[in-house]
Structure formats: structure tokens, C-alpha cells
């Protein structure tokens, strides 16, 4: 870039343009602005990697080149191989990649809303109300009506988790409270749902209690087709609301004091984040059970590698929680070789550490 001298220039030169002018503080942001863009273009291609390490991962192991022939239609690779990759092996990656990014996209926006760095789906009872929708049906047999049968779990979690949002929402509206209240409905819903949840395991015969149990580990095993495409759409319809909301996010991190004073309407930006949260969570967890800790440890991972420049930030949580589900997906099998364990417990293994750390990183700061 050329820089002019303003003092050589002569009287009634005209304007300068801005890029000609040399200023630190511009410089500086120009730089800023490179290196995010660089890390969410490293985070999309750690993706991508990770995506293809989880084709390549499975009883039937496949070399790398293997997996990326047959996923890009190459001559040459056996018809079973073509249809390991594409019928069984990519439907359950591309689930991954998506719950993951939908629930690290909802933590992001729930650990802003609330002003809480522990927040997470998990946080306001999301979790329970889908296994106690999902355990309904599963031993009871009640669920959404004219559903048919092998979408009744799927229906029924999906409507709890999202009643609980709308429960808390009106609870929250109520009180007029702040964060703070949200926090305690949350803790007060998850409790409720938990305790319900137990007492239909204590009624439920030993069949309909396994299914429950597996229900609420967590896996990708029924992933299909119609469920990946079902997430992605509501993924692509929610995440461009929330990137337009990143400016009053960003906003809000400063206090909402200050967001007020720059016209953030703050008792409606949190109403619609906590309407997308709920949409989010409760999409993702209908098909695959409970998932813990992606939506805690993605928003983290981003914030550090980002900022709080919520512009940033939200691609980079989903990008993020993306590339730590389809990860925890190839752990699960590899961990114990010719078992598929339920990833639910392999990311609350991964969770855990990072959920002590940021305890004990709070307790310090206090």
C-alpha cells in the first residue's frame, strides 16, 4: 500500500482516499480482521478433515483415499464400499457435523444471553425435557398425535424440549427478571423434568428401561437421510437470525446498561435467542438423545481462538462444536475396537475436564 504524505500534498488537492492514509490503529484492525478470518477458514478445514477421518472410521476400516474416492464418486471403488460410505457412514458424519453445530451454536448464544460462561442447553432443562418427552413414548406409548410410530420418540422430545423453552420464557416474562432468573428457572425445570423422567423408569418394564437408558446416552447410530436433512434445514433457517443479531450480541457482552444506551432492545433480543436456543436444542436432541458438553466446550474453544466479537464468534462456535462432535464421533469408535460406543459418553468425558477447568478458572477471578 502506498502511503501519502498529507503535509507534500498542495493546498485544494482534493479529499485523500482513506485507504491511502497510513493510521496504526486501522492497521491494527485490518490484522484482526485477516487472523479471524484465517481461524474460521482453518476451523472449516479441520472440519472437513474431521469428517473424512469419520468416514474412513468403522468396523470395516477404509483408507483415507478410500473413503474420499468413494464419497467423491471416483472409477474404481467397489459398489459395497459406495454403499458402506454413502448409506451408512456419511448420513451418521453429517449428523455430527450438524448437532454439533447447532449445539454449540445455541451455548453461544445462551452463555451471552445469560452472562453466564457455564451456560449451555443444558443449563435451562432442555436436556431432561427431551428424555422425559422421549421416555413417555417409549414406555408409555403417548405422544404427538397422527405421528407415525417410528417418529413418535423423535416428536415427542422434540415437543418437550421446546415447551420447556416456551414454559421458561413465560415463567421468565412474569418475574421480570434478568439472567439471574432464567439461571434458577432453568435449574428448577431441569430438576422437575429429572424427577419425572425417574419415576417412568421406576414404572417401565426392563425392555422399554433399556431403550430409555440408551435413549439418553447419546448416539448417531439412527441417523438417516431424512433426519440429516430435517437439521440441516433448521440450522440454515436459524443461523442467519442469529448472525444478524451479532452486532447487539455484541452489544450486550458490555453490559446491558450499555447495550440499552446503544438502543438494544435487550428483553427481545433475549427473547429470540432463547426462541432459536430452543429450536436448536431441541431439533438436534430429538434425533440423537442427550449430547453433553458440546454446546459448553465449543462456545469456549471459539471465544478463545475469536474474541467476543460476536460476528466471529458464532461462525466459529459452530464451526467448532462441528469439528468436536464429528471428532468425538471417531473416538467412539476407535476407543474399543469393533464397538460403536454412544457418543454422548464420549463427549461427556471430553466436557468434563474443560467444565472443572473453567469452575476453578471462575473461582480464581473471584
Do not use: C
Not at 482513506?18 to 487472523?35: E, F, G, I
Not at 465449543?298 to 460476528?311: K, N, Q, S, T, V
Amino acid at each position: 500500500m502506498r502511503v501519502i504524505d498529507l503535509d507534500s500534498l498542495p493546498r485544494g488537492a482534493g479529499p485523500v482516499p482513506r485507504h491511502a492514509v497510513a493510521h496504526p490503529a486501522l492497521d491494527a484492525y485490518d490484522r484482526l480482521l485477516r487472523r479471524r478470518l484465517i481461524i474460521l477458514v482453518g476451523l472449516a478445514a479441520l472440519m472437513a478433515a474431521s469428517l473424512l477421518f469419520d468416514l474412513a472410521m468403522g468396523p470395516a476400516g477404509l483408507p483415507l483415499s478410500t473413503a474420499w474416492a468413494a464419497l467423491t464418486g471416483a472409477d474404481g471403488v467397489s459398489p459395497t464400499v459406495t454403499v458402506i460410505v454413502w448409506q451408512v457412514r456419511l448420513p451418521i458424519a453429517l449428523m455430527a457435523l450438524f448437532v454439533g453445530a447447532a449445539l454449540s451454536l445455541a451455548g453461544a448464544e445462551m452463555q451471552t444471553i445469560l452472562d453466564n460462561p457455564l451456560a449451555s442447553p443444558f443449563t435451562l432443562g432442555v436436556s431432561a425435557a427431551a428424555s422425559f418427552g422421549a421416555a413417555i413414548a417409549i414406555v408409555l406409548g403417548i405422544g404427538v398425535p397422527f405421528l407415525p410410530p417410528a417418529l413418535l420418540v423423535t416428536g415427542n422430545a422434540f415437543l418437550f424440549a421446546l415447551g420447556s423453552v416456551l414454559l421458561l420464557q413465560f415463567l421468565s416474562s412474569r418475574s421480570r427478571g434478568g439472567p439471574d432468573s432464567l439461571v434458577l428457572f432453568g435449574i428448577g425445570l431441569a430438576f422437575t423434568f429429572n424427577a419425572l423422567l425417574t419415576l417412568v423408569q421406576f414404572v417401565a418394564s426392563a425392555d422399554a428401561l433399556q431403550q430409555v437408558v440408551f435413549w439418553s446416552m447419546g448416539s448417531l447410530a439412527r441417523a438417516n437421510w431424512p433426519s440429516v436433512a430435517a437439521l440441516a434445514v433448521v440450522v440454515a433457517a436459524v443461523a442467519p437470525f442469529a448472525l444478524a443479531a451479532s452486532w447487539r450480541m455484541t452489544a450486550l457482552r458490555l453490559g446491558e446498561e450499555r447495550a440499552r444506551s446503544y438502543g438494544v432492545n435487550v428483553r427481545r433480543l433475549r427473547a429470540f435467542s432463547l426462541l432459536r436456543i430452543s429450536l436448536l436444542t431441541a431439533t438436534a436432541m430429538s434425533f440423537v438423545g442427550t449430547i453433553g458438553f458440546v454446546g459448553l466446550v465449543g462456545p469456549h474453544i471459539a471465544r478463545m481462538l475469536i474474541g467476543e466479537d460476536h460476528r466471529f464468534f458464532l461462525p466459529a462456535s459452530a464451526l467448532t462444536g462441528a469439528a468436536v462432535m464429528s471428532l468425538a464421533s471417531v473416538a467412539s469408535k476407535s476407543v474399543v475396537p469393533g464397538v460403536l460406543l454412544p457418543v454422548g459418553i464420549v463427549t461427556s468425558l471430553i466436557g468434563l475436564p474443560v467444565f472443572f477447568a473453567l469452575i476453578m478458572r471462575q473461582r480464581g477471578r473471584a
